[in-house]
Every structure is written in C-alpha cells, then in structure tokens.
C-alpha cells in the first residue's frame, strides 16, 4: 500500500503532524499499531480542511491515550467502556482516540456489541469507501495509506459508494449520511448504493434510539452550505418521509427553499456577526405543509430542545398571522415593532421567506433599525420625576418607546419631555 506522508506533510498544520508522528512513537513503544481514520483521511486525500483528528489503536485505546496526554501535556477525558477517549491539549486542540474492534450487530439499528479485533473490521464498519481508509502513524510505516475497500478510487471516480448490502439497514442514519456527503463534495451516489438505500427507506424503522441519530444527521445536513441541494436529493431517494409522511417537495415548498436561500443570504451581508440557527430554520421550513399538531408532534418526535420546538411553532404560526397582519396597507414603525418583537430571529427569517414584498421590507426595517432602537431614559430618570416604581413605570417607558419608533423623539431632552407630559395622563388611568 501506497505513501502518502509528502502530502500530509504539504496538507497539514505542523501542530497536527506533531500529534500524529507522536501518536505513532506511543503506540510502538506500547507495542501497538496507531491509525489516523475517518473524515480527515478523505479530507487529505481531497486537500479541504478539517480539524478534527479521530485514530484508532489496535490495543487498549484508553491506556494509549494516557501515555499520549501524557507525553504531549495533554489531558484525557470522556473514557468510555468502549475503549474510546478524547485528548485534549492546551489551546482546544483534541484528538479522538477509538480501539479498533469488530461490531457485530445483535438487531438491526441496535447498539453494537463489541470485543477487541483488528483495523481492517474497524474500517469495515464505517459507513462509505470515502470514509473508510486510515493512515498508518507507526514510525517505520508513517503515512502508508490503508485502503481495503478502494476509497481512493472512489474519491478519484467522485461516488459515494457503501461498503456492503446490508449497510442502512445496520444503520438508517447512513440513508442521510450518503446525502450529506454527496451534497458536500458533489459526489455522485452510485447506482449500487441509491438501489441499496431505496430499499432500506422502504424498511426502514428508527426506535428510539436512532430517532436521535437521525436527527443529529439531519442537524448536520440543514446545517451543509447548500442544503436546498440536499433537501432535493433527500425528496428523490424518499426520505423525507422519516421526517414526516406529509412532507413533499411541491412547487411551493420549492418556492420557499429557494426564497430562504436569498434570505439568508441577505442577512448574512447584512449582519455578519450575528449567528442564526440555519438548520432549525430549513427544518421549519420543511415543515410548513403540516399542520400544526403535527409540526408540534414532529418537533416531539426527534427530542427537541422546548425553545427549539418554539421557534419552529412560531414561524409556522407567524408565517400566516404574522403575514396577514404586516401586510396591511399603512403600518407604523412602532405597528410593525409590536407585530415582530416576540419572534426569535430564525422564525423571522422564516416568516421572510413565505412573505411578499411590502412584508419583506418591513421585516428587513425591523432587522436594520427597529429592533435595536433603545429608549435613552431610564427607570431612574422616571423617579427623579417623582415616580415609583410600579406598572406605570413599565407602561410609560413603552409609551415612550412608541413615539421614538414612530420618530418623534430624537434626544435624551426629547424623551423626558414627552414622560413628563404623559405623566398625569398615564397616573391617572391607574
Ligand atoms: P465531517 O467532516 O462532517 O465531520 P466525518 O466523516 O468526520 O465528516 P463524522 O460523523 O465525524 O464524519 O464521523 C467520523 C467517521 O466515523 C466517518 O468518517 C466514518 O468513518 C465513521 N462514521 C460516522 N458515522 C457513521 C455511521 N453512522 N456509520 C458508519 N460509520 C460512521
């Protein structure tokens, strides 16, 4: 088998290469072999980065780990039975650490059971070719790619292929994975492997405990630079069924993905520094056509977050009230605050998507201006007037924030001035 030590040597930070040949010295004083696998060995072999470094050890992963941390000053954590554990170094840098072992599945989708083998049974349980090489870290043999199943070819041929017939029925969220990867590096699934998922989604039973790796996938996938992409190829293979059965990629739902598309386009530009959740915000999205019971249920269904499952809530809810409402012909600045000011920034974004024009502007001057305005007075500024603290004081403040969306008041002076004068018309509703 070929080396590939110079590119390594080209593709990676010097501090990775450090780890590594370390990682190698450890595991032949300890008389065991050392591999560097998964993504990053695809991630060199394709030249994009990727910062995280997964190994497995033929011997006991926990003890190598150790002696790893601490030959680097590094520290383990996360210890499994599994014989898995995470090093971590100074500055956030960590490297995953596996024992090589042979899975065999007692029930489909089960957790595996596992006892001590070799690497080639490690890589056979991976989920693709691509994904399913390791480099050798041992010094004599640094850097000697491991390929028993042509995930270099495959990578040359760009297809996404599996490893054996049975593959997504072991495990469904790899029906999802083929997806994400192919979406990603615009591989093609080959025929072998789409007839293979094609059959798995027609049996395909998520219990509970895939239910939550399913979700996590679908978390990678939305959250992909192009998911409208993968969103399409998921609808041709049928699985958007498993997010739920009355989900279908009509000519609306298209609509709506290409217009988020824009949307989040614009708000990136528009505010680089600001994290929005983009997977929660395709996932509402793909949930528009249900109602809402079973957007709730669905929600219910793959465990998530109550403020997630919110967000989600509101922007299907939004998307209709809110729409109508801002659609109306004259709409004040302070009209359209009130109407935006409970939705969390991803169902805006939603809401922005499913509107028409007069409703995108006035979202969009809610996100540029509106909903940073701050009054200048404050609570303590209001006793200084002789107020106490009380629900007037809550209802005057927003008063006064009305008439400063509305753009009357311009200054500090300006504000006290218009408490003053609604003072006594406020104290005496109370
Ligand atoms: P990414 O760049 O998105 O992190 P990755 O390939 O590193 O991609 P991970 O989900 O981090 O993906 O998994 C690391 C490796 O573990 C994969 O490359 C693959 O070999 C293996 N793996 C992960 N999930 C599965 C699975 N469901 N079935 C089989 N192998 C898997």
Wanted: proline fraction near 2%; charge should be positive; charged fraction near 35%.
């Amino acid at each position: 088998m070929k080396s590939i030590k110079g590119i390594m040597e080209e593709r990676l930070l010097k501090k990775v290469m450090q780890v590594l040949k370390a990682a190698g010295e450890v595991a032949e004083g300890m008389g065991y072999s050392a591999y560097l696998v998964g993504g990053l060995v695809r991630d060199i072999l394709l030249d994009v980065e990727n910062l995280d470094v997964d190994m497995t050890v033929e011997g006991e992963g926990i003890a190598f780990a150790k002696k790893l941390a601490q030959r680097l000053s590094g520290r383990v954590k996360g210890q499994t039975r599994f014989g898995t554990a995470i090093v971590t170094f100074r500055g956030g840098f960590k490297v995953d650490v596996a024992t090589a072992r042979q899975e065999h599945y007692e029930r489909p989708a089960a957790l595996p059971t596992v006892e001590a083998s070799s690497i080639r049974e490690d890589q056979f349980r991976r989920d693709f070719t691509i994904n399913a090489m390791a480099i050798k870290l041992n010094p004599g043999e640094f850097g000697k790619l491991i390929d028993f199943f042509g995930g270099e070819r495959d990578l040359r041929r760009r297809v996404v292929r599996a490893l054996h017939d049975g593959s997504f029925i072991d495990d469904p969220t790899r029906i999802f994975r083929a997806v994400r990867f192919s979406e990603r590096y615009q591989f093609k699934i080959d025929e072998w492997t789409k007839d293979l998922i094609k059959q798995a989604t027609n049996l395909a039973m998520f219990d509970k405990l895939t239910i939550e790796r399913v979700r996590d996938e679908l978390v990678l996938i939305l959250s992909e630079k192009n998911p409208v992409r993968a969103i399409k190829k998921m609808a041709e293979l049928h699985e958007l069924k498993f997010i739920h059965q009355g989900i279908k990629l009509n000519k609306q739902l298209r609509k709506v993905l290409g217009n988020l598309e824009e949307v989040l386009n614009w708000f990136r530009s528009s505010f680089p520094k600001e994290k929005c959740e983009q997977w929660l915000i395709y996932f509402s999205a793909l949930l528009h056509g249900l109602t809402l019971k079973e957007a709730r249920a669905t929600c219910q269904r793959f465990h998530l977050s109550r403020k997630d499952e919110e967000k989600v809530i509101k922007s299907k809810e939004g998307a209709s009230r809110k729409r109508r409402e801002l659609g109306k012909e004259k709409l004040s600045p302070s009209q359209i605050y009130h109407q935006l000011e409970k939705l969390p920034l991803e169902s805006l974004l939603v809401v922005m998507a499913r509107a028409d024009r007069i409703v995108r502007e006035r979202i969009s001057l809610y996100l540029r201006e509106l909903r940073s305005i701050r009054l200048k007075v404050t609570g303590d500024d209001l006793k200084e007037l002789g107020l106490k603290p009380g629900p007037q004081f809550a209802k005057l403040l927003k008063k006064t924030l009305i008439a400063k969306l509305d753009g009357s008041l311009k200054t500090k002076r300006d504000e006290l001035n218009y408490v003053k004068m609604n003072i006594s018309k406020i104290l005496s509703k109370a």
